[in-house]
């Protein structure tokens, strides 16, 4: 079945340095990849998307490219910030019926001033 | 415009009882799906709800069970409760049949907690 592969966390970095948290999938067609974001105490908000191989999704300073040969949809930021600590979640909508997602187990970033 | 919202925030039971959780889909929606997140852990997707109907399920058994109104608000029932229902129990709707339905938009969850 399909299925989502995140690096595990937390990943703890210091203001200003550069992000990669990795995502990996599995999926049978072509399925929809997302991030989405969750700060404490609180829902998911999505940080971005991509619909395509070699779509590009951008956000906020974030990016993750659609990957299809490596089945990957790592994201990245040039510079974080303390305000980025949250958890991140890569997904995938394997645009179905219900477009349902499929999410990873999540990885906490923790940016230290 | 008025996003997704859940109802209540926060609600302690006790094992063997029933719940009832509540959301208001983001305005112009109409598709309704429900996620439980469990601690440390990914949601995990319960059903959807589509024209009032039941569209699709996970893995999930039948004690947990839903309604959608007339107007897409849904309703989450979780009866005969266990200490493995606690968790965060998050609502998300889109608008089916476009391109915008890939996005899907998450209320703030309930946080359950079974005793």
């Known amino acids: 079945g399909n299925s989502v592969t995140q690096m595990e966390g937390p990943v703890t970095l210091s203001e200003e340095a550069f992000l990669t948290i990795n995502c990996t999938y599995t999926?049978?067609?072509?399925?929809?990849l997302f991030w989405y974001v969750q700060y404490p105490g609180e829902g998911l908000q999505l940080l971005l998307k991509?619909?395509?191989?070699?779509d590009k999704g951008s956000n906020k300073g974030f990016e993750a490219t659609y990957r299809k040969e490596t089945t990957s949809f790592h994201l990245e930021k040039g510079s974080v910030q303390v305000s980025d600590s949250a958890v991140y979640f890569c997904a995938l909508s394997d645009g179905g019926a219900t477009n349902k997602l499929i999410f990873g187990t999540g990885t906490l970033l923790a940016v230290q001033p | 415009d008025a996003g997704v919202t859940q109802s209540p925030t926060h609600l302690i039971k006790t094992r063997g009882q029933q719940v009832t959780l509540r959301c208001s889909p983001k305005?112009?929606?109409?598709?309704v799906s429900w996620y439980q997140q469990a601690l440390g852990q990914g949601p995990q997707f319960i059903f959807q709800y589509y024209e009032e109907e039941e569209r699709q399920r996970g893995n999930f058994p039948d004690r947990f069970s839903g309604h959608q109104f007339p107007n897409y608000s849904s309703e989450l029932n979780v009866n005969a409760l266990l200490l493995g229902d606690s968790a965060l129990y998050l609502c998300?709707?889109?608008?089916?049949?476009?391109?915008?339905?890939?996005?899907?938009?998450f209320g703030p969850g309930t946080r359950l907690t079974v005793t």
């Open positions: 998300a709707s889109t608008r089916r049949g476009t391109a915008i339905s890939y996005e899907q938009y």
């Open positions: 991509a619909t395509k191989a070699d």
């Open positions: 999926a049978t067609g072509y399925p929809s």
């Open positions: 305005s112009g929606h109409d598709t």
